[in-house]
């Protein structure tokens, strides 16, 4: 179930490109910080995604169809959205608040803010910051959809 939740947290910046500047295509660099509590356990991690904007398209529509979730409210501003989204999985049910700053079209700054009612794996609130920056051409052999991890090992998407 988290990598459910994972996966919805990082799809929520990308399906908010809407009204944002359309952005470059190419390698972007995910910085990502998560705090789960209770414990205030803190990860960070950094990776790499090869975009294009129909992968970005793509993304966005699997986030609008996403089980179970729907859209409580919105707010945009130039450069900024923000999101309330309310998700139920299982007997959980996740209320998320999402801010996201374009700062041009090679850079976004995310702050996502979960509740889980009851706790999922024991967590009862999350906080994910994300920073993107676009960093240049995909490598050769890497299409949209394919990420790098950490250590730098390529993970194909296997297709939009």
Not at 65 to 80: D, F, R
Not at 89 to 106: C, E, L, R
């Amino acid at each position: 179930m988290r990598t459910v939740i994972a996966i919805a947290a990082l799809l929520l910046p990308l399906a908010f490109a809407a009204d944002a500047p359309e952005i470059k295509e190419g390698l972007w660099s995910i910085h990502t910080q998560t705090i789960d509590n209770p414990g205030n356990k803190k990860m960070e991690n950094t990776s790499t995604i090869c975009r294009d904007h129909a992968y970005d398209k793509s993304v966005e529509a699997k986030a609008a169809a996403m089980k179970g979730c729907t859209k409580v409210s919105e707010n945009i501003l130039p450069g900024k959205r923000s999101v309330e989204m309310r998700c139920v999985i299982g007997a959980t049910t996740i209320d998320t608040k999402s801010v996201v700053t374009f700062n041009s079209d090679t850079a976004s700054h995310s702050e996502n803010h979960s509740t889980y009612t009851p706790a999922m794996g024991g967590i009862s609130e999350n906080t994910m910051i994300m920073d993107q920056t676009y960093k240049g051409s995909c490598p050769a052999g890497m299409q949209p959809g394919d990420r790098t991890n950490a250590s730098g090992q390529v993970i194909h998407s296997g297709g939009r």
